[in-house]
């Protein structure tokens, strides 16, 4: 059984950073993605940014240049650093890993709000 849990999630004023983390518990061997997806009310859930097996990284244009997707192994957690946030980067944050031979696991979302 995998578990994913997020925190890092909050208010902040535009301009502003915060640091979401993806804790990963459970036994798992390969991974074919390991990444974070958003979702604002009445819009479909999107990519933010992903670490893909034998592909590099991966980021919506629209967080270019702002955000970093890190792994820590030795933690076994995925970070989400994001700077200069925006008000539209305003969503809920789900952590999502594709496991071989299992499919996607995800985590029960954090929210994140912009605004001044």
């Known amino acids: 059984q995998v578990q994913l849990v997020e925190s890092g999630g909050g208010l902040v004023q535009p301009g502003g950073s915060l640091r979401l983390s993806c804790a990963a518990s459970?036994?798992?061997?390969?991974?074919?993605?390991m990444g974070w997806y958003r979702q604002a009310p009445g819009s479909p859930r999107e990519l933010v940014a992903a670490i893909i097996r034998d592909n590099g990284v991966r980021y919506a244009d629209s967080v270019k240049g702002r955000f970093t997707i890190s792994r820590n192994n030795p933690r076994n957690t995925l970070d989400l650093q994001m700077n200069s946030l925006k008000p539209e980067d305003t969503a809920v944050y789900y952590c999502?890993?594709?496991?071989?031979?299992?499919?996607?696991?995800w985590g029960q979302g954090t929210q994140v709000t912009v605004s001044s």
């Open positions: 459970g036994r798992f061997l390969q991974t074919l993605r």
């Open positions: 999502n890993i594709n496991i071989v031979g299992y499919g996607d696991y």
